[in-house]
């Protein structure tokens, strides 16, 4: 875990390394899931992490094309759709008042 500052605290990020092989080639990877933030509370980032215990086999998800591309965990989280719905709502209020300044 690594403990990152913030411009107010601090926050903790999950961090894990792991490895795999396709064929004859090995691959390490550190991504846990897309999308992964950090988190305000060191407890929520050892949660995250409680799963994978040191040396244990993991399940790794790998691009096809790309198996440098990995993963452990697919899918988007809650956060991830929130963070988008609330970005595109600032586009179009920004992109509202725009087109009104201007019409």
Known sequence: MELKPRRWGHSYEPCISYSYTIGDASYTGERRRFGETDYSFRSSAETRL?????????QVHYHPSNPKRSVLEVGVTLGTYLSTLFFAGAFAVGLGLLLGIFH
């Open 50 to 58: 409680a799963r994978y215990q040191v040396g244990a086999p993991v």
